[in-house]
């Protein structure tokens, strides 16, 4: 069975405010990794 990786970035309580989200989700797509971004990946809808 082949590995799925993935990047989960959240954006929320200031933090899309002060990284570059831009350049951050770069890095994981550069490698061919799946990269997703929430504003909220602590809430219900975020988890899921």
Do not use: Q, R, W
Not at 9 to 35: K, W
């Amino acid at each position: 069975m082949d590995k799925k990786y993935g990047v989960y970035i959240c954006t929320g309580c200031g933090i899309g405010d002060t990284l570059d989200m831009e350049a951050l989700v770069d890095v994981p797509d550069e490698e061919g990794v799946n990269c997703t971004t929430h504003p909220f990946l602590c809430s219900k809808e975020g988890v899921n």
